[in-house]
Every structure is written in structure tokens, then in C-alpha cells.
T-cell receptor, first 112, second 119 residues
Framework: GQQVMQIPQYQHVQEGEDFTTYCNSS?????IQWYKQRPGGHPVFLIQ?????EVKKQKRLTFQFGEAKKNSSLHITATQTTDVGTYFC????????????FGAGTQVVVTP | ETGVTQTPRHLVMGMTNKKSLKCEQH?????MYWYKQSAKKPLELMFV???????ENNSVPSRFSPECPNSSHLFLHLHTLQPEDSALYLC??????????????????FGPGTRLTVT
């Protein structure tokens, strides 16, 4: 079945450093979404990418959708303690309307 | 964020109890979802409702029974649960997906979740 994989599973970052987390789908996606879940919180929608090669920025966060629409990345520059949390990517499944396949997430820990 | 609310926020129940989780969305959406989130596991979709009709049951055991009386409310009725059912149960809503190509999806808005412990 369709799989969405994220790497790394854990990311320890020094405050001020940059890092990238990756999302790979076993199938071509019509779009990809990114969510953030703070510790003790719930997933919050960040962004959706639709076009091949699309790049979107939200302040220090840069999201990219691969040319083949099978992978995506999230790059965070100058990491802050507010970036702590788990970042999930999700893509629509091909077998059912409205259903998202979530990746397992990248848990980000920031050390001051 | 108060677009999607869930009650109760915490629930402890015995294996023989019957309880219900409630979700309400104030976003004017017509699609609602139940997810289960266990430690160290990806989000697991349980049920999907679109315009009050169940469109997805992701092989969920019958001890979980969903109910969607209208597009704003979603319930999850729990009966004779097992300790391994302890998890965070999240409700979400989105725009409806009737008439789409079936390959697209709208962003989902999650509630704060109910932390369930089965003893």
C-alpha cells in the first residue's frame, strides 16, 4: 500500500543552527501537507504544496515539493526553542477520497 | 484555537465501562475524522465522515462506534476497551470532498484530543 516515510525520526539541533527534514512517498502525490505538533499538543496545519518543484516560505521555514511530486522537504534556518515539536508530512491516498496518509514525523529537540 | 473542540480532554475508564468522546467543529466544514495517536506510532486514521455519511472505516474494532448526527458534531462511543486502546484520540475536520477527483485533499484542522487511559 501507499507509504509516506520521514527522515530523520529524531533531530537534535543546537539553537541557531539550520536543519532539514525529508518526506518521501511511495506514490506520486497530488499535493503534500505539513503539520506541526508541539509537545502535549495537537497537529496544526502549516502549509500545502501542490505544484511540481514548488517552494514556499514561512519566515524561517522553507518547504519544497519535489519535481516528481514524490518527496518534500522542510528546512528550518536559525532554529529557535519555539521550533520544538514533531513535524508531520501527509499526502492524499489514492484509494479513498479525503483520506490523508501521514508520515511518522520528525521529532525536533532544540538545545539552547 | 477553538475551531475544533473535544470533550473530555482526559478520560480514565475500566475495560467494562461505556463512554463517549465528543467533537464539535465551528469552521463550517462538512468532513470530520477520528484519529488514534499512540506513543511512537504514526497518526492512525479510524473513521471519516463526509456530509454525515461514513466514507471510511479503517478496519477499526467494533468496540469503537462512531456517530455523526450532523456536520458539526462527531462522537466516538467506547465499549469494553482494552489497555492497548489507551492513546490520544484526535478529531479533525476539513472542507468536504464531494465532487473532487478523489486525488486531492484539503487541510485538516485538529481538535486538542482526548487522552484516554484504559485500566
Amino acid at each position: 500500500g501507499q507509504q509516506v516515510m520521514q527522515i530523520p525520526q529524531y533531530q537534535h539541533v543546537q539553537e541557531g543552527e539550520d536543519f532539514t527534514t525529508y518526506c518521501n512517498s511511495s506514490t506520486t502525490l497530488s499535493n503534500i501537507q505539513w503539520y506541526k505538533q508541539r509537545p502535549g499538543g495537537h497537529p496544526v496545519f502549516l502549509i500545502q504544496l501542490v505544484k511540481s518543484g514548488e517552494v514556499k516560505k514561512q519566515k524561517r521555514l522553507t518547504f519544497q515539493f519535489g519535481e516528481a511530486k514524490k518527496n518534500s522537504s522542510l528546512h528550518i534556518t536559525a532554529t529557535q526553542t519555539t521550533d520544538v515539536g514533531t513535524y508531520f508530512c501527509a499526502g492524499p491516498t489514492t484509494d479513498s477520497w479525503g483520506k490523508l496518509q501521514f508520515g511518522a514525523g520528525t521529532q525536533v529537540v532544540v538545545t539552547p | 484555537e477553538t475551531g475544533v473542540t473535544q470533550t473530555p480532554r482526559h478520560l480514565v475508564m475500566g475495560m467494562t465501562n461505556k463512554k463517549s468522546l465528543k467533537c464539535e467543529q465551528h469552521l463550517g466544514h462538512n468532513a470530520m475524522y477520528w484519529y488514534k495517536q499512540s506513543a511512537k506510532k504514526p497518526l492512525e486514521l479510524m473513521f471519516v465522515y463526509n456530509f454525515k455519511e461514513q466514507t471510511e472505516n479503517n478496519s477499526v474494532p467494533s468496540r469503537f462506534s462512531p456517530e455523526c448526527p450532523n456536520s458539526s458534531h462527531l462522537f466516538l462511543h467506547l465499549h469494553t476497551l482494552q489497555p492497548e486502546d489507551s492513546a490520544l484520540y484526535l478529531c479533525a475536520s476539513s472542507q468536504d470532498f464531494r465532487g473532487t477527483s478523489g486525488k486531492s485533499s484539503y487541510e485538516q484542522y485538529f481538535g486538542p484530543g482526548t487522552r484516554l487511559t484504559v485500566t
